[in-house]
């Protein structure tokens, strides 16, 4: 599999972007555990035009994580076409466009999925950001906008003639959200669609390593995105790499590998912002990590854990659940 100059391995796997989530430390991370290419969070092209701070901190990428994909949103061609070509600037691998975030704010605006519902602009926001970058453009979308306008065979040939070099699909609709299970059937008629010529990659429930093989041997798409199931376990890349490449179930991490993976990255999130915010920015992956599930009469540490903003507390507090459930446990 190829976009643009990037040749992939068998079985490429990727990180999907997720707002909160992406930031370059978790990339990073997720890089070093395996993952063939990574996403930066979501990013406003119309705050990127307005050279919102915030925003174009998020443009930032770590060598180490490369291959790296930028993605934006928006809901005019220009506006896109002019975020893109600042984006270009930080020097990604790839330009890719959200056709596919679900939530209100987002799609209730006419972006992200919110153009499933008015096409001609999507194909037109598609077209001029093709044309305003020389890096190659992908584009991350969903089945239709609900049940009856499940529109993803016929989209995926129109953002093909556009000139995107690769095309991920969210195995659900806007309707549903995150909710119920990701169809993947529809992929698999895209993937399999004569006409298409692209990568197609498929996205959507994919948590374990039996679920990526049989995402790859049942539907033929040419690589697997991997999103909420990678939130507090970067780590499950490798695990899904190695069970690809060998048939067999990596064992399970030692418990104090998966502290010292959170410890480094609340250490990075930090370099990358300041204490408060990069120990902010990292409690959904706190709150996800599979370290602490099961843990019973958990509750109070948790809340404690996700309300402290200072590294101290916060790593006596991980150390003190470490040496309390887990004791010498490797």
Known sequence: MQIGNIIFPEY??????????????????????????????????DALIRNVKRTEQKLTIFEGERPVAIQLYGREPEAMAEAAKIAETANPEIIDLNFGCPVKKVAGKGAGSGLLRDIPKLIAITKEVVKSVNVPVTAKTRLGWDDNSKIIVDLAEQLQDCGIQALAIHGRTRAQMYTGDADWTLIGEVKNNPRMKIPIIGNGDVVSPQRAKECFDRYGVDAVMIGRGSIGKPWIFKEIKHYLQTGE???????????????????????WLDERRGIVHTRRHLANTPLFKGIPHFRDTRIAMLRTDNLTDLFAILDNVKSTYFGDAE
């Open 12 to 45: 490429p796997l990727f990180l999907a972007p997720m707002e909160d989530v992406t930031d370059p430390a978790f990339r990073l991370l997720c890089k070093q555990f395996d993952a063939d290419l990574v996403y930066t969070e979501f990013i406003s092209a």
């Open 249 to 271: 179930l990596l064992p399970s991490m030692p418990v104090s590998e998966q502290f010292d993976i959170v410890k480094k990255q609340i250490l990075s999130s930090i370099e």
